[in-house]
């Protein structure tokens, strides 16, 4: 349990009262207890207010919201207000602001401006986590710590320049160990001083949209800066730890986003928490894979929803609202898929600035007859009901679709073979497959012990780690089913080439040489033709974006090109090795023959769904002690039916259910067996 002080799935949001006059505070509370709330973000972005110049800290009026929150029954999450510097401190002391990839100093203004290195910064970061700390350690509203506020964006400037060279250092000790693992003998970049070396931006070595000459420092400068941010949440962390050694520290994460190597981010927090914004065409398979992956940052512990919007967003270039009843489905999808909270961004509306238009519980008009509120008051009352059966229940996973973010940055940063190849959509593809069929995933890192899976995804594993074939071996030995795609197993950890044929260090594994890759426009498609039938698998299918030219080693070859000068030779091929058999998808294949090729294989594995429903209507599972929580949950636009084989306790109505039962759009129902 996150803190069993509140025992229950926690629901509320970011709450910015200091954005308003006494006035509000009262109407506030009140409509709140209306809708069930019992936990207010508080302090997200109030550094200038509660630290009005150096020596100055005034906490009085975060006293204030703090306990007219919980005489009224509603707790704290706390959070440290360090996502955006005061300008004071900006004019007093420039090495607080960020430069940018063009290499431009910034003024003060916007958030998330701070520069990770900055010696200031981290002084008054810290300091003020300190004095928080200190202030709320014994008091009994603050249920977790919310430190700053969605981390991301990279720095340039010359203190980064200089902890990068000392990072650099302890990562290579050596010039020439340096030098040879960026391959610096290429257009003469041989480097003789450390601080020969400058930041990897568009005044040096790259352009926009990821286009690097030097793959090898770009992707250093990646895991730097997420590693630089990263301290600067331990320091934080630790400071707040100091005074509460028991209270759960977090800070939000943003899902998929690129910038920051969030599995390693997800040891230094007691509970993972992340912003859900998926917009009106979002696939709702895309936003079950993001929530998995979350979960998987920590192993499958549960994580938290800190927001999401209750309606609409500001920042998307048409902002449609989430049609009625969308809020609660994609609320218990979170929590479907592992979260112990339904939290929002935000509670009231402001007033000014670009976060007015933004969605809320309280919306402009100040009172609680209106649609959102309305909805929002039925999922309160409904997580009350809920009370804490689901707390803590885990998603129990046969299969494990490996994601990891330096292998996204060296693939992102790929000079060749397409500017097309996109990881996180093809990974999406496998996801998909899985999802159509309500089979669970897990989503886990390259460090993720393997041996509780029978199926194990890895697409695009371009880079491949130290360790990691041999780790992927001993699992296919022992009767695993691995399956990866094509540019796989090219590079080691630096993106350096492994040399011997492709796939690299996956060949032993896979059975196959790939000589040579081919790259075509992708409205240029060439075809899986399938040997026999495998499975479901038959007749043909399409393929694109890129074509690994493969001779079997011993694999069985499974399907071949349709087309181009290697029409006939593999595509798709099967190597027994050991007890297992490792799987290579050798070009991007349509949908329907990753749907086609993960159910065959699923079979095989007497993987079996949890439910069969219609498409759009989604059923993941959560178990606790001998308990299971079947999540029915309608995407579509229309009623649908779905067949419900053993009776079972809707857990949001206490109704018996079984046999044809029908399930209105954007309807759910929480099987309790
Ligand atoms: C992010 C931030 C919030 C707010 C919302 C708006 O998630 O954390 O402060 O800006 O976006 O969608
Ligand atoms: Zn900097």
Not at 111 to 118: E, I, K, M, Q, V
Not at 417 to 445: C, F, Q, T
Not at 555 to 575: D, H, L
Request: charged share 25%; proline share 4%.
């Amino acid at each position: 349990m996150i803190n069993s002080k509140l025992p229950k799935i926690w629901y509320g949001g970011d709450y910015n009262p200091e954005q308003w006059d006494k006035g509000a505070w009262d109407e506030d509370v009140r409509m709140f207890k209306l809708a069930g709330i019992d936990v207010a973000t508080l302090n997200v972005f109030s550094w200038a207010l509660n630290q009005p110049d150096e020596d100055t800290y005034d906490f009085t009026g975060l006293d204030d919201h703090i306990n007219r929150l919980y005489e009224n029954g509603i707790y704290t999450c706390l959070a440290t207000s360090t996502a955006a510097h005061p300008a004071w401190m900006a004019k007093k002391y420039p090495d607080v602001l960020r430069v940018d990839f063009h290499g431009r100093k910034r003024s003060f203004g916007g958030r998330h401006n701070s520069c990770p290195n900055s010696p200031t910064y981290r002084k008054f970061s810290e300091k003020m986590a300190d004095k928080l700390g200190e202030r709320y350690k014994d008091h009994p509203a603050v249920l977790i710590w919310h430190v700053s506020n969605e981390y991301g964006g990279y720095c340039y400037c010359e203190n980064c320049a200089k902890n990068f060279r000392r990072w650099l250092k302890q990562k290579y000790v050596t010039l020439e160990k340096l030098n040879d693992t960026w391959n610096t003998r290429f257009w003469g970049h041989t480097f003789y001083e450390w601080d020969e070396i400058v930041p990897p931006n568009a005044l040096s070595e790259e352009g926009e949209g990821n286009v690097s000459a030097f793959q090898g420092i770009s992707l250093d400068y990646r895991i730097f800066q997420s590693d630089s941010l990263l301290d600067c949440y331990k320091l934080e962390h630790d400071a707040l730890k100091k005074h509460t050694p028991n209270l759960p520290i977090t800070t939000n994460l943003m899902g998929f986003y690129p910038e920051l190597d969030y599995f390693k981010w997800g040891k230094e927090m007691d509970v993972v928490s992340w912003d859900s914004y998926p917009g009106i065409d979002t696939p709702v398979s895309q936003t079950a894979m993001t929530h998995d992956l979350m979960r998987g940052l920590k192993s499958g512990q549960p994580f938290m929803l800190m927001e999401q919007t209750p309606s609409q967003q500001n920042w998307q270039p048409y902002n449609s609202l989430k049609r009625p009843g969308v809020m609660r489905l994609w609320s218990y999808q979170a929590v479907a898929h592992g979260a112990d909270t339904v939290m929002f961004f935000q509670l009231r509306r402001s007033v000014g600035a670009c976060e007015k238009y933004h969605g809320a519980v309280i919306e402009h008009v100040g009172h609680e007859h209106t649609r959102v509120f309305n909805e929002t008051g039925q999922v309160g009352k409904e997580l009350q009901h809920l009370s804490d059966s689901l707390l803590d229940a885990r998603v129990d996973a046969k299969v494990a679709i490996v994601y990891d973010w330096e292998n996204r940055w060296a693939i992102e940063l790929s000079s060749g073979p397409s500017v097309s190849l996109d990881y996180v959509n093809e990974v999406h593809k496998y996801y998909a497959a899985l999802y159509e069929k309500n089979i669970p995933v897990d989503m886990v890192s390259v460090e993720e012990d393997l041996s509780k899976y029978d199926i194990v995804i890895a697409p695009v594993l371009y880079m491949v780690k130290q360790g990691y074939a041999e780790k992927l071996e001993e699992y296919v030995k022992n009767g695993g089913t691995f399956i990866t795609t094509y540019f796989s197993g090219i590079v080691n950890e630096h993106d350096k080439v492994t040399l011997g044929g492709y796939p690299g260090e996956l060949r032993n594994l896979l059975g196959i040489w790939v000589e040579e890759i081919d790259a075509l426009d992708p409205s240029r498609k060439n075809q899986i033709v399938m040997k026999d039938k495998w499975g479901s698998l038959q007749g043909q299918y399409d393929c694109n974006l890129l074509f690994d030219i493969i001779h079997s080693e011993g694999a069985e070859v499974i399907a071949e090109y349709g087309s181009e000068f290697y029409k006939g030779t593999p595509v798709v091929t099967s190597n027994k090795f050991g007890e297992g058999n490792a799987v290579y998808v050798g070009s991007s294949a349509e949908q329907g023959f990753v749907n086609e090729l993960v159910s065959t294989i699923c079979e095989d594995k007497s993987i079996q769904p949890l439910m069969t429903t219609p498409s759009g209507v989604e059923a993941t599972a959560r178990s606790k002690d001998d308990k299971t929580f079947v999540f029915v949950m309608n995407h579509n636009d229309q009623e649908e039916i779905v067949d419900i084989n053993e009776v079972s306790t809707n857990a949001l109505t206490n109704e018996k259910v079984s046999g044809s039962v029908k399930i209105e759009a954007h309807g759910v129902m929480i099987l309790e067996k």
